[in-house]
């Protein structure tokens, strides 16, 4: 059983960053892929950026290729994703989600989630 807890979620304006963290409890996070998806309102959950259970690989939606990195610390049981140069398209409710090993990008492939944290970027 895994437990996701999002935060750094808030306002920000077109331009900026901001910094999303995912703590996940269990004690074998190491072996989970960890995604991040995000939904607008109206519209269907997309995926943004996943991170491999093995740590070796990363995989990125194209909408935030070169302006979102993912990142991972085992040891703290945290996944991470520093947005730059954020736009108001990329305002939605982000989440943290995990299942085991493989990278997947659909959110049906995920089994684990959190509750999620809002991010709005102003024009």
């Known amino acids: 059983q895994v437990q996701l807890v999002e935060s750094g979620g808030g306002l920000v304006q077109a331009g900026g960053s901001l910094q999303l963290s995912c703590a996940a409890s269990?004690?074998?996070?190491?072996?989970?892929?960890m995604g991040w998806f995000r939904q607008a309102p109206g519209k269907e959950r997309e995926f943004v950026a996943a991170?491999?259970?093995?740590?070796?690989?990363?995989y990125y939606a194209d909408s935030v290729k070169g302006r979102f990195t993912i990142s991972r610390t085992n040891a703290k049981n945290t996944v991470y994703l520093q947005m730059n140069s954020l736009k108001p398209a990329d305002t939605a409710v982000y989440y943290c989600?995990?299942?085991?090993?493989?990278?997947?990008?659909?959110?049906?492939?995920?089994?684990?989630w959190g509750q999620g944290t809002q991010v709005t970027v102003s024009s």
């Open positions: 269990g004690r074998t996070f190491s072996s989970y892929a």
């Open positions: 989600a995990a299942r085991t090993f493989a990278i997947r990008t659909t959110a049906d492939d995920y089994d684990y």
């Open positions: 991170f491999s259970g093995n740590g070796v690989s990363t």
